[in-house]
């Protein structure tokens, strides 16, 4: 039999060195409130716990960073009369919120660059990048650099071409990412940076494809794998530069109420880039970071074991086995329904991503895959399922990251396997235009399958894949439970039975998100012992209509006790 989503697991969580208590606060704890006095007495609230055990509280103890009780307010303020006392003025609190798939720095550098989500055409593309590239005043020779666009907001939703960038800039080289990260649009410019001729003759590299003319002339759109041939040839941003990207990035997360994000992927340098800002003082944020393939950073965690701290945890390796459903890129087992012939790309073959998740579990790694195609998420699944009972006791929980697309008979193997689902609410009314288009009706019953997923016993861990999405959890909660989009449409939600209870949404973004990097018993749930991580929301989330949700924002995050945004 599966097992339930808030069932205990067969695999216990790893021992990280900060994970016990500090002797003294299991001391206190173990004594009693009436030995121990809090650092302050958050009241005046309506706490939604995210626990199983208490549900919902109106106040709670803060002391040392950590929770000391949490009860009714008359019991807390009765346990602690002469702390001092701050009010939420009677809104919600929750738990610190936790995004289980982003990109940190993309989300910095992302707001240095030209923003292109929601541009209605390619005109419209064109109009904002030469508007951004007259406000930064961009030296000549400098690249023009923009991501967000989606070529299936537009009237015409073919892929773009270079020629519709040439006009406005003959000489700049411009690279424009799409939305999903899967594709890149470059300009003439930018392939003669690269070599024209030479792309001419250039096959498409494994797991990617350069879109051609009739004569195999490069359009200059590029898909997947094929994206660093441009993206190779552009100058690195400067040390000074990921370092505001970072504190932007940081800025933007406390704002919105996020006090963990799991970092989808990262290399060495942005682990000292990290380690560089938390030893600096400068990181209101715990971050659990992926190591993004086979490389520098897999090898030296190999060898020399986890990175486990409060701030900053390394302990899992990123893979993809296929591309993105929106560039046509996710690998699915028949033809996309708008271009016969079509199945998408796999990334890696199934023989060679086996040899990278043994060498993972050898290393003692949480393995997290990016799949979206029904192919694709097959693929990993099999993979797992062939590679863990080999590799003896593992660290376990291993997840695929999105897991948009599932053949109706893949989808129970999640709970069978005892792989974590991480996915992200806002893709799914994101792509809701356009995905029937994709894959036909029939596919659809296993698309985005929240709900179907929990009903099978399998855990969710939610985010949002900034920056492709919106950083805002609100927008993915509020995802979560109407399958809608900010107008309130479709009527009753687009495919309205994979929607999911409000509890199930908060869990997604707390407790199961910090189950799924091996932190719940740390954060996650608002519980005496663990870690003051809790957000002060202004609307109550789990109580206003629906459409109100999205009117609801963070008046304070608190990461350890302390403000990171905001005040009370």
């Not at 994206?227 to 990035?249: D, G, K, W």
């Not at 998100?513 to 809790?534: C, H, I, N, Q, T």
Request: hydrophobic share 40%.
């Amino acid at each position: 039999m599966p097992k339930r989503a808030n069932a205990k697991r067969d695999n216990p969580p790893t021992p990280m060195l900060n994970d016990a208590l500090p002797f003294f606060m299991v001391m206190l704890l173990a004594a009693g409130p009436a030995h121990a006095q809090a650092d302050y007495v958050l009241r005046e609230a309506r706490i939604y716990t995210a626990s199983d055990e208490q549900p919902e509280a109106g106040a709670l103890a803060v002391r040392d960073g950590r929770i000391l009780m949490v009860g009714s307010e008359s019991e807390v303020l009765d346990a602690y009369p002469d702390a001092p006392r701050k009010s939420a003025g009677g809104r919600a609190v929750v738990p610190g919120l936790i995004d289980a798939h982003a990109h940190l720095m993309g989300q910095g550098r992302s707001v240095m660059q030209a923003d292109l989500v929601g541009t209605s055409s390619r005109e419209d593309v064109v109009e904002r990048l030469k508007a951004f590239a007259e406000e930064r005043d961009l030296p000549d020779g400098a690249w023009l650099r923009g991501r967000g666009w989606d070529q299936n907001d537009w009237p015409d939703t073919d892929f773009p071409t270079r020629q519709a960038l040439d006009e406005a800039f003959p000489e700049r080289p411009v690279w424009l990412e799409r939305i999903d990260g899967h594709a890149g649009w470059a300009n003439t410019a930018a392939l003669e940076a690269v070599g024209l001729d030479a792309l001419r003759r250039m096959s498409d590299p494994e797991g990617g494809s350069i879109v051609r003319t009739g004569d195999g002339t490069p359009t200059g759109v590029f898909v997947d794998a094929a994206t660093e041939i441009v993206a190779s040839e552009i100058p690195p941003p400067t040390p000074n530069q990921e370092r505001q990207a970072l504190q932007l990035a940081l800025e933007t997360t406390a704002r919105h109420g996020l006090t963990g994000v799991h970092d989808a992927g990262v290399d060495m340098a942005t682990i000292r880039r990290y380690r560089e800002a938390i030893d600096a003082g400068r990181f209101p944020l715990r971050v659990y970071a992926m190591i993004g393939g086979r490389g520098r950073a897999f090898d030296h965690f190999c060898d020399e074991g986890p990175l486990r701290g409060e701030r900053l945890s390394v302990r899992s390796v990123k893979f993809y086995i296929d591309g993105a459903l929106g560039s046509r890129g996710a690998a699915l087992l028949d033809d996309y329904s708008d271009d016969p012939g079509n199945r998408g790309l796999l990334l890696q073959s199934p023989e060679e991503f086996q040899q990278n998740v043994r060498r993972g579990l050898q290393c003692g790694f949480q393995v997290n895959t990016h799949a979206i195609g029904d192919r694709g998420n097959r693929v990993v699944l099999d993979a797992y399922e062939q590679a863990v009972p080999n590799a003896g006791r593992t660290v376990g929980r291993h997840r695929i990251e999105h897991a948009q697309i599932l053949s109706p008979q893949d989808l129970p193997r999640f709970a069978e396997l005892d792989v974590i689902a991480s996915m992200q609410p806002t893709h799914a009314t994101s792509d809701m235009p356009w995905a029937g288009d994709r894959l036909g009706k029939e596919r659809l019953r296993g698309a985005y399958a929240w709900q179907s997923l929990l009903d099978s016993g399998a855990r969710l861990a939610f985010g949002s894949d900034f920056p492709v999405e919106d950083v805002d959890p609100l927008k993915g909660f509020y995802a979560a439970v109407t399958r809608q989009n900010a107008e309130g449409e479709p009527e009753g939600g687009w495919l309205s039975d994979e929607r999911v209870s409000r509890r199930a949404a908060l869990h997604g973004f707390t407790i199961d998100a910090a189950y799924a990097a091996f932190m719940e018993d740390e954060v996650g749930s608002l519980e005496p012992g663990k870690r003051a991580d809790f957000v002060v929301l202004t609307k109550d989330i789990m109580q206003v209509p629906t459409h109100e949700i999205l009117e609801a924002e963070v008046a304070a995050t608190f990461l350890d006790g302390e403000a990171v945004y905001g005040e009370l």
